[in-house]
């Protein structure tokens, strides 16, 4: 069955850096559009970083435009989220998700908690 098991998350102050893992099965990864998301406490899960097929096209969320970088291995059927200058406001769990047959699938999610 489909699953995605995300990876990386953790404490860190502020300016500092993490790198996520989102490690997928069950599906053909190299078809397939990936997306992360994180949901703040009391707030709605948004989409913070999406890329289609390849490297190529990726969109970021405005918040994160120029600090965080979201790539994909076809060969370890894995998608990362590199995060550097985090802030405090990106302090949320962070989730990957793809979209098949007119479904939603998301992995389980990590945290990720920015404070001195």
């Known amino acids: 069955q489909v699953q995605l098991v995300e990876s990386g998350g953790g404490l860190v102050q502020p300016g500092g850096s993490l790198t996520l893992s989102c490690a997928t099965s069950g599906f053909t990864f190299s078809r397939a559009a990936m997306t992360w998301s994180r949901q703040a406490p009391g707030k709605e899960r948004d989409v913070v970083a999406s890329?289609?097929?390849?490297?190529?096209?990726?969109y970021y969320d405005e918040s994160v435009k120029g600090r965080f970088t979201m790539s994909r291995d076809n060969a370890k059927n894995t998608v990362y989220l590199r995060m550097s200058r985090l802030k405090p406001e990106d302090t949320a769990v962070y989730y990957c998700m793809t979209h098949l047959d007119d479904r939603e699938y998301w992995g389980q999610g990590t945290q990720v908690t920015v404070s001195s």
């Open positions: 890329t289609g097929l390849g490297n190529s096209l990726t």
